[in-house]
């Protein structure tokens, strides 16, 4: 039911891929035949009998996901599967997993790569002291420590600023010619500076990531720690 990688390390160094998931078809009384089957699975074909000392880190997390995929489980559980592959390997796990996912598996995954998450994940849980501080769909996460953020830059800010915060908008100082501002899109900022006859030499919208949540929900927390 369940199929775990928390240590991507764990085979022995002179068995080849093959006889190392062999050997947990042995122990866990599957067929043999399973082995080629996760191998195919993972795309270690080519490298079936290559000795496990000489696979890469991200060869040797393909490895631990296959051993894990033997028993065809419901429930996979990853501790930073992203943590050692390159680009294209990272990408292959995000497409993996997700796949897995959309067959309606349940892929739980522990992480610190936040930005990784943020592409891969459906729900997050944040913990920070032993404790839960958020749960919830990616999106809702998110938009729980505020929404959008303008930023504009122009060489009249305080003319601007005057503008925005007479709509309502919450405007801070973000260097000599730069503001952030909440409260608001950037349409409507576009449409107050060009109301107020003030130049814009820059104007965009910024997104709260995962990582920004992640510090500003458990930053209390981990001061105490």
Known sequence: MVGAVLEASSAHKGRT??????????????????????????????????????????????????????????VLILDEPANGPDPEGIRWMRHFLQGLAADGRTVLVSSHLLAEMQALAEDVVIVAAGRLVRHGPVATVLASVGGDQVKVSTPEPDKLTAALAAAGATVTADGPTGLRVNGTTAAAVGDAALAAGVPVHHLSTESPDLEDVFLDLTHAKAAIR
């Open 17 to 74: 891929g093959r006889h190392h998931l062999r050997a947990c078809c042995l122990t866990t009384g599957l067929p043999l035949a399973r082995a080629d089957e996760v191998l195919d699975l993972v795309g270690l074909g080519p490298a079936a009998d290559r000795r496990f000392k000489g696979y890469s880190l991200g060869m040797k997390q393909r490895l631990g996901i296959a051993a894990a995929m033997l028993g065809d489980p419901q």
